[in-house]
């Protein structure tokens, strides 16, 4: 069965430094998303993509952010200049086409440790 | 706006026991509800969905849940635990608008006694 995979599984990155958080989503996916969860917090929305452009993104989604799809098949997350607060499990997902009762299909998460 | 609150950050049950977990939410609009399943180092499963029609639906590994809205509920359920079902789990709605991100609880962690 298809799935979505991230790497790596665990980051660790001094404050400051810039990371980059690939997802490869499911190959006829059209919707990919980013979500995080904060240890003992709700998982957030953080942003959402089509057709190579962000069509949503939350308030946490700043400058400090982007999202970008460089070939056909990954998906990554930037963080230019990390913060303690970015610590968190980041998870990416996808779906078909992005319908309201479509179920989305995530990644295992990646751990992102901003010391 | 919509939200998810699940009681319980933490359950624990029986072996064989029933399982239920608790999931309530907030919609102005009839809600599409779903349950996702984390088990240790991997990505959220989905367990199984509420769009429209029939309220009670049935997912896999034997769990169901229940559409009431009268009690603005989607509590899931099974039958008798087994080992292999301690995880987090994860009640979410899809939101209204826009691209329709989901909109999560806080989890819950199973945890099945032998």
């Known amino acids: 069965e298809p799935e979505v995979t991230q790497t790596p599984s665990h980051q660790v990155t001094q404050m400051g430094q810039e990371v980059i958080l690939r997802c490869v989503p499911i190959?006829?996916?059209?919707?990919f998303y980013w979500y995080r969860q904060i240890l003992g917090q709700k998982v957030e929305f953080l942003v959402s993509?089509?057709?190579?452009?962000?069509?949503?993104k939350s308030e946490i989604f700043d400058d400090q952010f982007s999202v970008e799809r460089p070939d056909g098949s990954n998906f990554t997350l930037k963080i230019r200049s990390t913060k303690l607060e970015d610590s968190a499990m980041y998870f990416c997902a996808s779906t078909p086409s992005g319908g309201r009762s479509d179920t989305q299909y995530f990644g295992p998460g990646t751990r992102l440790t901003v010391l | 706006a919509q939200s998810v609150t699940q009681l319980g950050s933490h359950v624990s049950v029986s072996e064989g026991a029933l399982v239920l977990l608790r999931c309530n939410y907030s919609s102005s609009v009839p809600p599409y509800l779903f349950w996702y399943v984390q088990y240790p180092n991997q990505g959220l499963q989905l367990l199984l969905k509420y769009t429209t029609g029939a309220t009670l639906v049935k997912g896999i590994n034997g769990f169901e849940a229940e559409f009431k809205k009268s009690e603005t509920s989607f509590h899931l359920t099974k039958p008798s635990a087994h080992m292999s079902d301690a995880a987090e789990y994860f009640c979410?709605?899809?939101?209204?608008?826009?691209?329709?991100?989901?909109?999560f609880g806080t989890g819950t962690r199973l945890k099945v006694l032998a």
């Open positions: 979410a709605v899809s939101d209204t608008s826009g691209t329709y991100k989901y909109i």
């Open positions: 190959s006829n996916h059209l919707y």
């Open positions: 993509f089509y057709n190579n452009e962000i069509s949503e």
